[in-house]
């Protein structure tokens, strides 16, 4: 814009105020959609929001103004404790008489319905101009009136003069400042590319361009590296469960946080934990732009579940098992724990030649290490518990007594006679009940209790939340419960079938083809890698090409989550989508984003189901490679 031009029509303009008001909103309190009435500027004093400013979206802050004319569409969404900000309502008009040439500049101009959005870093001065005009408007008196009137005048002018003194000297807003600021306190949100745009007015690749520029990585590396280094503080803190670290830092599971925090350090957290707590010398996170004084470790820690006395949570400086001896749970637990006790020494006794010691058969137990130390497991468990996974198990021919509910609603297991314990945490008390003589916990759903608690009940083995690779995890299962030989006779079948499928799928797909897979969500997209969601069984067992951009920059780099309009950038010759329940609404919105690639012209779209696909057992894997498979040839032949 000419703000010279806007200087010259301002100072023929004819203005009366038709109100000024100040807004402060709690929270996620948010006011009903308001059209304006008259012209205005919205002026933010405090806090952060998303506003629909007309046709536009912008995520604001504090010292950011808006300008829109009479029906322009406000909606406002605050996003934190306190958000707060002034809207000045006036009606301007060109004073007569005035000459042809100012009429048709006004004409092109219109300065007083014109929309935009600007962050300035003077814009405090600004305020002081709303809180004088806020504060006599309120009085009745023409003297109090008369104030206002000037004082708006001397608003104008000051924000002209600041937006034609940028103008004029080419400075720019330091958005990688204002990036990092924001990055840095809200990481524990969701925060896309998209979002960080709008909030700044810019374009994403302008915004990432001037970032990686001055950082040397993205904004969204630099913001993972921000939870990596918070991730840090929280396990060399005290015994915070992985769930709660990672809804502390932005993560929408403790799975997702454990596979980022050890692609970044190296470490599984857990392992971080146990080799670091001592010493607390953190290891450097590799490239590294953080450099932030202070630390949110001083926060209490927030009890994670407190309406159920079977399901308690850790608390600071208090032991866990001393938590469990609270809890009603102790006297079954206890009482349970006796009881094998002394039939064991009873069976012991019985089976003990007289005088002699007790012989016990050296395949009866052994010691198993695993990431919480060593416990003593049968040679053969008969009553296998497991939290998820159950798939692992039954590919092995062992059916485990007991599961959490997820892994129990796929639809691929027959779950006859496995008893589901619910959702995290694991109820202890009903897992006791079961009476089982061997545990396997991820580490994430250990912490739904703690080792002590449940090693109370029958030995407990935990394991990483991910497995490496299919065979090594199912490899690791056959050792855990005296079935080695099993595992790897599947594993041998399972060989046989992916080259089966491979000759098919080959028969079909061009050489040098490439896919993407796509997860659309209610307000969110995700590309996904070779872990999961059909990406193992379509870039590692089926050999498939990923698209350029999904090879680099998220299986091999840290994309995962991207904004709307990139989408096209990660779609290659073939495109497979997911879609979250309750997110139709959104992939039928959003379909025109990608609707011109080469994947949708070609008839080369895919849908799969996205709970089918997450899980990554063998008996699930082996189920989504016939799926994949058969969608692939079918559509292709």
């Not at 485990?400 to 006859?416: E, K, N």
């Not at 309750?582 to 039928?588: I, S, T």
């Amino acid at each position: 814009m000419n703000w010279n031009e806007h200087a010259l029509l301002w100072s023929h303009a004819s203005i009366r105020i038709i109100d000024i008001r100040y807004f402060t909103l709690q929270g996620e309190e948010a006011p009903p959609d308001y059209l304006l009435p008259a012209s205005g500027f919205l002026y933010v004093a405090s806090g952060y929001a998303s506003v629909h400013w007309g046709p536009a979206l912008y995520k604001v802050n504090r010292n950011q103004l808006l300008h829109g004319g009479k029906g322009t569409r406000l909606a406002l969404t605050p996003e934190g404790d306190l958000f707060a900000y002034y809207l000045v309502l006036y009606k301007a008009s060109l004073n007569p008489p005035h000459s042809r040439s100012l009429q048709h500049l006004y004409a092109e101009t219109k300065p007083f319905e014109t929309s935009y959005n600007c962050s300035l870093s003077q814009a405090s001065l600004l305020q002081v101009h709303l809180a004088d005009m806020f504060r006599h408007w309120q009085q009745s008196q023409p003297m109090d009136r008369l104030r206002v009137n000037a004082t708006f005048h001397q608003f104008i002018y000051e924000l002209v003069r600041m937006l034609e003194e940028r103008t004029r000297s080419g400075d720019e807003p330091d958005l990688v400042q204002q990036t990092i600021r924001y990055l840095q306190e809200h990481y524990r949100e969701p925060v896309t590319m998209e979002e960080l745009a709008a909030m700044f007015s810019c374009s994403i690749t302008h915004l990432s361009r001037l970032f990686k520029r001055e950082t040397g990585v993205s904004p969204i590396h630099y913001l993972i590296q921000i939870r990596m280094k918070h991730a840090e503080q929280w396990l060399l803190g005290g015994q915070t469960g992985l769930r709660d670290i990672a809804a502390k830092i932005g993560y929408p599971d403790a799975f997702y946080f454990s596979r980022m925090f050890k692609k970044h350090t190296g470490y599984s957290p857990l392992q971080f934990r146990r080799q670091f707590a001592e010493t607390r010398q953190m290891p450097i996170v590799p490239d590294s732009p953080l450099n932030r004084a202070g630390s949110d470790m001083d926060e209490p820690v927030r009890p994670l579940y407190n309406d159920n006395d079977n399901h308690y949570h850790l608390e600071k400086g208090e032991n866990t098992f001393m938590q469990f001896a609270k809890s009603p749970l102790m006297a079954t637990t206890l009482l349970l724990g006796v009881t094998l006790l002394l039939g064991a020494c009873q069976s012991a006794a019985n089976s003990s030649p007289s005088g002699g010691t007790p012989e016990t058969p050296s395949s009866a137990t052994r010691v198993y290490k695993h990431i919480d130390g060593e416990s003593e497991i049968p040679v053969h468990p008969k009553r296998v518990f497991t939290d998820l996974k159950v798939g692992q198990l039954m590919a092995l021919g062992v059916k485990p007594v007991g599961s959490a509910s997820y892994p129990l609603q796929t639809g691929f297991f027959d779950i006859t006679g496995i008893e589901d314990l619910g959702k995290f945490p694991l109820n202890l008390e009903k897992l006791a009940s079961l009476e089982p003589d061997l545990i396997i916990l991820t580490e994430a759903w250990r912490d739904g209790g703690g080792y002590e608690a449940f090693s109370k009940i029958a030995p407990t083995v935990v394991i990483p939340n991910h497995g490496e690779d299919l065979g090594e995890e199912l490899r690791m299962f056959g050792d855990i419960v005296g079935k080695k030989e099993q595992a790897e006779r599947w594993l041998a079948e399972f060989e046989t079938k992916v080259s089966q499928a491979k000759q098919q799928v080959n028969a079909v797909i061009g050489q040098g083809q490439t896919f993407s897979i796509l997860n659309v969500r209610a307000k969110q997209f995700f590309v996904y890698d070779d872990v999961n969601m059909g990406g193992n069984v379509i870039y590692k067992f089926l050999g498939l090409k990923p698209q350029a951009k999904v090879l680099s920059d998220v299986i091999q780099g840290d994309v995962w989550e991207i904004s709307a309009e990139v989408i096209p950038e990660y779609i290659g010759d073939h495109l497979l989508i997911a879609t979250n329940k309750g997110a139709e609404e959104a992939l039928e919105k959003n379909r025109y984003i990608w609707a011109n690639t080469a994947a949708v012209r070609n008839g080369k779209v895919y849908d799969i189901n996205f709970d089918l696909f997450l899980l990554t057992d063998p008996i699930s894997v082996s189920h989504q490679l016939d799926m994949v498979t058969k969608m692939l040839v079918e559509k292709n032949r």
